[in-house]
T-cell receptor, first 123, second 119 residues
Framework: DSGVTQTPKHLITATGQRVTLRCSPR?????VYWYQQSLDQGLQFLIQ???????AKGNILERFSAQQFPDLHSELNLSSLELGDSALYFC??????????????????????FGPGTRLTVL | AQKITQTQPGMFVQEKEAVTLDCTYD???????LFWYKQPSSGEMIFLIY??????QNATEGRYSLNFQKARKSANLVISASQLGDSAMYFC????????????????FGKGTKLSVIP
């Protein structure tokens, strides 16, 4: 158990709908990352939040948005859903991103802990 | 160009044998980190091992070791004494700007290698 929780585990919805995926990071982790895993695109970084502020953006569609709340949990909002949005959505957390180093083999401060994922199916 | 390349879509290994999963990477950043994650059929992503670009020694974690060849830009995962529970997808990933504090911190993943351990 990584300590990162995601809800719901599964979500089935129709095209055109809007859904919200929720993530609670590990206790004390300030950074939250969202990733999308699909058969054709593989694992792709979507967006990162650090202590409530957006820190980095990846291949996130304009129909998607995210936020991180004061209690550090994060939500990923997907709207106007299309069939191609069907994927496994992961949330990951890590401690402050501003610390480098870490012992070889330990992950140190650079490891991202992944939640179990939310499997989204758009019909 | 792909930043992380895993050339083996699938691999088979006999139980108790060692196996090497290949990973090459492409970056011009001098400070980066390389990660290996395991994804069993249940779907979760499990961190296995990490190597920083400035680390002098190859990383090891139990049965996992990372064969880091910086000049060749390769970071191959070696699993010793394979077990049936090692059957899974394995992903190599990179984070750039590791020590600068100004990097984007996200992981870039390869396409993965599906490892099957044969009894």
């Amino acid at each position: 158990d990584s300590g990162v929780t995601q809800t719901p585990k599964h979500l089935i919805t129709a095209t055109g709908q809007r859904v919200t995926l929720r993530c609670s990071p590990r206790s004390g982790d300030l950074s939250v990352y969202w990733y999308q895993q699909s058969l054709d695109q593989g694992l792709q970084f979507l967006i990162q939040y650090y202590n409530g502020e957006e820190r980095a953006k990846g291949n996130i569609l304009e129909r998607f948005s995210a936020q991180q709340f004061p209690d550090l949990h994060s939500e990923l909002n997907l709207s106007s859903l299309e069939l191609g949005d069907s994927a496994l959505y992961f949330c990951a957390s890590s401690p402050t991103p501003d610390r480098g180093g870490g012992l070889a083999g330990s992950g140190g401060y650079n490891e991202q802990f992944f939640g179990p994922g939310t499997r989204l199916t758009v019909l | 160009a792909q930043k992380i390349t895993q050339t083996q879509p699938g691999m088979f290994v006999q139980e108790k044998e060692a196996v090497t999963l290949d990973c090459t990477y492409d970056t011009s950043d001098p400070s980066y980190g390389l990660f290996w994650y395991k994804q069993p059929s249940s779907g979760e992503m499990i961190f296995l091992i990490y190597q920083g670009s400035y680390d002098q020694q190859n990383a090891t974690e139990g049965r996992y070791s990372l064969n880091f060849q910086k000049a060749r830009k390769s970071a191959n995962l070696v699993i010793s004494a394979s077990q049936l529970g090692d059957s899974a997808m394995y992903f190599c990933a990179m984070r750039e700007g590791l020590y600068s504090g100004a990097g984007s911190y996200q992981l870039t993943f390869g396409k993965g290698t599906k490892l099957s351990v044969i009894p």
